[in-house]
C-alpha cells in the first residue's frame, strides 16, 4: 500500500498563476482533509471532505477549491496564487466515524512557493 | 475561533529524563484530543488519542487529560535522542475539523 500519496513534492508559482495539488489514498479512508502548514503556525485546516461526494469550508478557505473526484482522490486547487499562499501542503485521511479510526494518515507534503 | 495554544519551545532534556509537553484549548466542546509527533521535513504522525479525563498511557508516552482546566499533555519517560521532534496537539469536536497547535520543539540531548 502506497498510503496517502501527493504531487507534487515541490512547485514554484508566480503569483497569479494557477495549479491543482493531488492527493490520492488507497487505504480506503473516508474522510480526507488539506491542511496548510507555515513556520510558527501548526497545521490549519484549509478544506475537508468527510465522506465522497461532499466538501465543506475549514479554518482558512480562502483562496482555495477542493473537488473529492471519488473515494481515492482529494485534490485542492488554487484559482490565482498570491505570495500569502506560500506554504507547505499536507493532505491526509482517516477512516471517519465517531467510534474508533481517530488517526489521521498524512501524506509526504508539497512545499509550494509563490514569487 | 477556536485555540490551541503550545509552548513553541525548544524544550531540552537529557537523554533519560521525563519531558512534558503541555498544550491548552479553548472551546470546551471539544470532544477529542490529539498528540503528533514531526520530525524537520517530515509528515506528522500520531502518536496518542484522549478523549475522557484522566490518563492515558502507551509504552514510554502518557497523555494526561483534564476537561475542566481545559489542557492535554503529554509525558515521555526515558526519553532518547530518536524523541528529538516536534510535538504537535490537536483537538476536535466533531471529526470533521482538527485543530493543531503550533508545536512544541524538543531536543532530547545524549
Known amino acids: 500500500n502506497a498510503g496517502v500519496t501527493q504531487t507534487p513534492k515541490f512547485q514554484v508559482l508566480k503569483t497569479g498563476q494557477s495549479m491543482t495539488l493531488q492527493c490520492a489514498q488507497d487505504?480506503?479512508?473516508?474522510?480526507m482533509y488539506w491542511y496548510r502548514q507555515d513556520p510558527g503556525m501548526g497545521l490549519r485546516l484549509i478544506y475537508y471532505?468527510?465522506?465522497?461526494?461532499?466538501?465543506d469550508k475549514g479554518e482558512v478557505p480562502n483562496g482555495y477549491n477542493v473537488s473529492r473526484l471519488n473515494k481515492r482522490e482529494f485534490s485542492l486547487r488554487l484559482e490565482s496564487a498570491a505570495p500569502s499562499q506560500t506554504s507547505v501542503y499536507f493532505c491526509?485521511?482517516?477512516?471517519?466515524?465517531?467510534?474508533?479510526?481517530?488517526?489521521?494518515?498524512f501524506g509526504p507534503g508539497t512545499r509550494l512557493t509563490v514569487t | 475561533q477556536k485555540e490551541v495554544e503550545q509552548n513553541s519551545g525548544p524544550l531540552s532534556v537529557p537523554e533519560g529524563a521525563i519531558a512534558s509537553l503541555n498544550c491548552t484549548y479553548s472551546?470546551?466542546?471539544?470532544?477529542?484530543f490529539f498528540w503528533y509527533r514531526q520530525y524537520s521535513g517530515k509528515s506528522p504522525e500520531l502518536i496518542m488519542f484522549i478523549y475522557s479525563n484522566g490518563d492515558k498511557e502507551d509504552g514510554r508516552f502518557t497523555a494526561q487529560l483534564n476537561k475542566a482546566s481545559q489542557y492535554v499533555s503529554l509525558l515521555i519517560r526515558d526519553s532518547q535522542p530518536s524523541d528529538s521532534a516536534t510535538y504537535l496537539c490537536?483537538?476536535?469536536?466533531?471529526?470533521?475539523?482538527?485543530?493543531f497547535g503550533s508545536g512544541t520543539k524538543l531536543n532530547v540531548k545524549p
Open positions: 472551546d470546551r466542546g471539544s470532544q477529542s
Open positions: 487505504m480506503n479512508h473516508n474522510s
Open positions: 471532505s468527510a465522506s465522497e461526494g461532499t466538501t
Open positions: 491526509a485521511g482517516r477512516d471517519g466515524g465517531l467510534a474508533g479510526q481517530y488517526e489521521q494518515y
Open positions: 490537536a483537538v476536535t469536536w466533531n471529526f470533521n475539523k482538527f485543530y
